[in-house]
């Protein structure tokens, strides 16, 4: 049924039921709130152009009563096409009263702290730039040599120095065949090393260096035999040792001679070179300690064996450089062992030992440091010609180091002195002129080792006369020795136990063979728990005794009277005298056993036994007997 007459509904009821829906524009209320957006922002704009008038010069109330009109002119328009009233009243509301001064707006507020910290910025950028600038134009001011530290490691050459990658742990190896670890975050101002090894026996350490995880140590020493020690100093591996009666060096499994230097892969953590007085240098794995990977045979100009000094990686790891006596200098690809890459036969005086080959950070440059008195830098690319030259720079010792500088701009080595004639010192060169930019008077002694490391911005360097020295800049460097020098010395533990060195028979039998000494607290521990070796005190004895051992006495009534009565050693007279010295009295006044007979018997009566004599018999023994 539809209800087209409007009365039916008026007769049904249905008019009285609620108010009409309200109805809104939306097209007109987004262009109201469009054109109050675009209005605002022109008296902002306004206000931030001439906020000077706006703060002396209050508006005048009709400016702001025009204003009102003109929203409200906008509202009702909006009104009539269908919006509410309560939209004007809100527009007029916000602009009632005079507006809000420019300078305590909030967009004004924001932007002056902008500004203050664009200039605040600014002048920092530009106090940093300067000295980036400073350091630039002065590449001294990068030396951290402000302060040092002393590491005492004994009384003869410092010949090997190796820091790991994350610089936590410094070792020092020398000509007293030690091996001692420094652990900065555990030391204390006293600088002791925690841990002093001999792990090649009776021969020089030559080289020692961290793999590039820092999990593993080398240790080339004078021996055929390169070790690989953990981090604690334990042998992980040892490298086999060849045949020394095999002419072709290439078909044993090992050195058969002395080593000279050795060093990690950069990349691959396995793997590493080995140089020796057998003319050749060859690589090794971990994982197979039985042979060698791969051998390189350097060679003379007339094809002759030469003996190898030093050997080095490049820094991606693809190319194996050894200077030989000869002075030359050889390069091979890794993966090719038969021809070099590059080569020059004169690169330092012949009949020398270079002591050192260092590659740039860059890989291009390589640094070789002669024992013709002389450092050279070479470019690989054309190594015909030394880029660079220095001289009279005194080398004795055959394991003299050369690096370069973290920023790659500066090459550091040391020099040799004689004993008492001078003193050693660490010379700082410019990469690219050569010219000698800084020094360090180290000691009294040859510079043997120095190590710049990249992380810490610390300088390590190692001496002849037994000294491990770092030098640190309190603000440029980082950690290193800067956390031990903060430490207080700690107290002198005093040990209560006296414990037996540990001796190393390597080829005793096995019932002979004493267990691996590995720590000396755990042995301290274990002595502690042994009567013999911790002097402990034999504890009283309880009862009757034990061991050879009396008890104590007055436990029991016997044994009181033993001591004060039968033990008494107060009367030194003869033992039978002082009985009878008694028995007068005895017999006046008797106590003990005539008083008991007083009654029965009176006087006393003594049987009197005697005792019948045996006959005489001189027949023998074995004629009585019956048989």
Not at 297 to 314: F, L, N
Not at 436 to 452: F, P
Not at 497 to 508: G, S
Not at 512 to 531: A, I, M, N, V
Request: net charge negative; charged share 30%.
């Amino acid at each position: 049924m539809e209800m087209d007459d409007p009365d039916v509904g008026a007769v049904m009821g249905f008019s009285g039921f609620g108010k009409k829906a309200r109805t809104f524009d939306l097209d007109a209320i987004f262009e109201q709130t469009r054109r109050t957006a675009i209005e605002r922002s022109k008296k902002v704009l306004e206000k931030e152009q001439c906020p000077e008038e706006s703060v002396e010069s209050p508006p005048r109330a009709g400016s702001s009563g025009s204003v009102t009109e003109k929203d409200q002119g906008i509202a009702s328009s909006s009104s009539d096409d269908g919006s509410g009233g309560e939209d004007s009243d809100s527009s007029g509301s916000d602009l009632i009263g005079p507006p809000v001064p420019a300078s305590l707006s909030r967009l004004a507020i924001e932007e002056q702290a902008c500004d203050t910290d664009d200039r605040a910025s600014g002048d920092t950028d530009d106090d940093e730039e300067e000295d980036e600038e400073d350091e630039d134009d002065n590449p001294v001011k990068r030396i951290p040599d402000s302060h040092e530290i002393t590491l005492i490691h004994s009384k003869k050459t410092v010949s090997a120095l190796g820091l790991d990658p994350s610089g936590a742990r410094l070792v020092t190896g020398g000509y007293d065949y030690e091996v001692k670890l420094w652990d900065f975050a555990g030391m204390d101002a006293s600088l002791q090393a925690f841990r002093s090894l001999q792990p090649c026996e009776c021969h020089q350490i030559k080289s020692l260096q961290y793999s590039a995880t820092g999990d593993v140590i080398l240790c080339v020493a004078g021996s055929a035999q390169a070790k690989v020690l953990d981090r604690d100093g334990f042998q992980v591996m040892e490298c086999a040792k060849g045949d020394q009666y095999i002419v072709d060096q290439a078909r044993t499994k090992g050195h058969t001679a002395m080593l000279n230097s050795g060093v990690w892969h950069p990349k691959i953590k396995e793997e590493f070179i080995t140089c020796s007085n057998d003319g050749t240098v060859r690589t090794w794995d971990m994982n197979n300690e039985k042979k060698h990977k791969n051998v390189f045979k350097p060679r003379t100009a007339q094809g002759k064996r030469i003996v190898p000094t030093t050997c080095a990686y490049s820094r991606d790891g693809k190319y194996i450089a050894a200077a030989c006596q000869d002075g030359s200098i050889q390069i091979w690809d890794r993966n090719m062992n038969v021809h070099t890459k590059f080569y020059n036969r004169q690169a330092h005086a012949p009949g020398s030992d270079t002591s050192c080959l260092s590659f740039s950070y860059d890989g291009y440059t390589l640094a070789s440091r002669g024992g013709d008195d002389t450092i050279k830098t070479w470019d690989v690319r054309n190594f015909r010609n030394a880029l660079n030259v220095a001289t009279d720079l005194p080398n004795v010792y055959s394991m003299t180091d050369c690096c370069f500088s973290p920023d790659d701009k500066m090459l550091v080595t040391g020099t040799s002195v004689q004993k008492g004639k001078g003193s050693g010192k660490l010379l700082f060169f410019d990469r690219e002129t050569f010219v000698k930019l800084y020094e360090i008077e180290v000691t009294d002694a040859s510079v043997i080792r120095c190590l710049w490391h990249p992380k810490l911005n610390q300088v390590m360097v190692g001496t002849a006369n037994g000294l491990a020295k770092v030098y640190y800049h309190p603000v440029k460097s980082q950690r290193g020795a800067k956390l031990c020098v903060v430490k207080t010395k700690r107290k002198v533990r005093q040990s209560q136990t006296v414990t037996q060195d540990y001796i190393i028979t390597p080829h005793a039998l096995p019932m002979f063979r004493e267990p691996r000494q590995k720590s000396t607290r755990k042995q301290l521990e274990k002595d502690r728990l042994d009567p013999v070796k911790s002097h402990k005190p034999e504890p009283p004895v309880s009862g009757p005794g034990r061991g050879g051992r009396v008890g104590t006495h007055g436990g029991t009534l016997s044994s009181f009277i033993v001591k004060n009565i039968a033990l008494d050693k107060t009367d030194d007279s003869n033992p039978r005298e002082a009985i009878l010295r008694h028995a007068k009295d005895a017999e006046e006044n008797p106590y003990w056993v005539a008083p008991a007979y007083v009654k029965t018997q009176p006087h006393a009566v003594f049987a009197v036994v005697e005792l019948e004599e045996e006959p005489e018999d001189d027949e023998p023994e074995w004629k009585k007997r019956k048989l």
